[in-house]
């Protein structure tokens, strides 16, 4: 019973800042690769972020310096701190944990626009 729940989506404004959290269960969160995906309408589905089992992290060029992943174990959460956002980065944001296989959440809607 494998679930992951985004949460913290919504309207910001240009320049404003949404942090996005990913609820895990149901697996060993903590030897999982986590990452963000984007994907907007009319558009192909984006990873947005990326951090592995270790700590290690890696951003989509258009994000970097903008955005902040990150992970706690101990609660088996990942987190996506949005700063400065801009309106292209409007989209719905997917969780995914990925191993031996691939989990995905439902996604959480954002949107930046004044």
């Known amino acids: 019973q494998v679930q992951l729940v985004e949460s913290g989506g919504g309207l910001v404004q240009p320049g404003g800042s949404l942090r996005l959290s990913c609820a895990a269960s149901?697996?060993?969160?903590?030897?999982?690769?986590m990452a963000w995906y984007r994907q907007a309408p009319g558009k192909q589905r984006e990873l947005v972020a990326r951090?592995?089992?270790?700590?290690?992290?890696n951003y989509v060029d258009s994000v970097e310096g903008r955005f902040t992943i990150s992970r706690d174990n101990a609660k088996n959460l990942v987190y996506l701190q949005m700063n400065s956002l801009k309106p292209e980065d409007t989209a719905v944001y997917h969780c995914?944990?990925?191993?031996?296989?691939?989990?995905w959440g439902q996604g959480t809607q954002v949107t930046v626009s004044a």
């Open positions: 951090i592995s089992s270790s700590g290690t992290t």
């Open positions: 995914q944990a990925r191993y031996s296989r691939d989990y």
């Open positions: 149901g697996f060993i969160f903590s030897i999982y690769h």
